[in-house]
């Protein structure tokens, strides 16, 4: 996957753009990202805010070693399966999107 595919995938899944990163956030602060997709020129790294404020990479992988997810679901090689309860977070997300 290719930087553009990946962030066409976290748009279209409930993904939204906040401070330059694809990001999920709480549904109780819709501008507080808790999750992103840091994209960087060879990789991408999925990193989780710790409650300092700090950013923690928790997973990344290289653009050729990513791979489009079967029926839209999250691509493979990223780690993203990792994550606890992420699923439903991106759920909120896109609920949030449509009641908004």
Request: aromatic fraction near 4%; glycine fraction near 12%; charged fraction near 25%.
């Amino acid at each position: 996957m290719t930087r553009e595919d990946l962030t066409a995938w976290a748009l279209s899944t409930g993904w939204r753009v906040i401070g330059g990163h694809p990001s999920l956030s709480k549904p109780q602060k819709p501008g507080d990202a808790i999750v992103r997709l840091n994209c960087k020129a060879t990789v991408v790294n999925v990193e989780i805010r710790k409650p300092s404020g700090k950013w923690e990479k928790v997973s990344g992988a290289n653009y050729p070693a990513i791979t489009a997810g079967e029926d839209g679901g999250p691509p493979q090689g990223l780690g993203l399966d990792r994550i606890p309860s992420l699923g439903r977070l991106m759920q909120d997300n896109r609920d949030a999107m449509v009641f908004r």
